[in-house]
């Protein structure tokens, strides 16, 4: 009888593991049901030095779920370096630039190339690549000296 106890304690624990692992998944698009990205940004014909590229599901299309930030290094970003990727479907991408060259403690990454600059991107529900060129016009905003007051 003990040795019964024991063993149907052994399998239900068996069981237990084994329907939480197919549950929850090893990894990968299982985890966060989001989809990877990856891509560049340019501006000007270059690769944007440093920035960040933020998607955000857009709500007014009926898209929802969580919105991702990456990093633009050289020109190129990857959801790899992020906490997940995109949930696929309608989603407003805005895009930060800088220049990389930061020349002291208050800009260490630069200072921006260009306004922030804001696209409607209709996403696949899988692994994608986009290739966003952010367009010439956009207006740099002005640098500020370390003694110009607030706004």
């Known amino acids: 009888m003990l040795f019964t106890l024991h063993a149907s304690r052994f399998w239900l624990a068996l069981v237990t593991i084994v329907l939480l692992g197919a549950t929850f998944g090893c990894g990968g698009k299982s985890d966060s049901g989001t989809y990877p990205i990856s891509g560049t940004v340019t501006y000007q014909g270059k690769p944007v030095p440093v920035g960040s590229l933020t998607l955000v ?23 790899a370096n992020a906490s997940r990727g ?65 706004p």
């Open 57 to 79: 599901p857009d709500s007014s299309q009926g898209n929802r779920g969580a919105a991702v930030s990456m990093e633009i290094v050289d020109g190129k970003f990857d959801s």
């Open 86 to 150: 995109h949930v696929g479907g309608p989603h407003l991408a805005t895009i930060v630039g800088l220049d990389g060259n930061g020349d002291d403690d208050l800009f260490p990454m630069g200072y921006m190339l260009f306004q922030d600059y804001q696209v409607s991107l209709d996403l696949p529900q899988e692994e994608s690549t986009q290739d966003i060129v952010v367009p010439t016009d956009r207006k740099k905003p002005g640098r500020r000296s370390r003694n110009s007051s607030g």
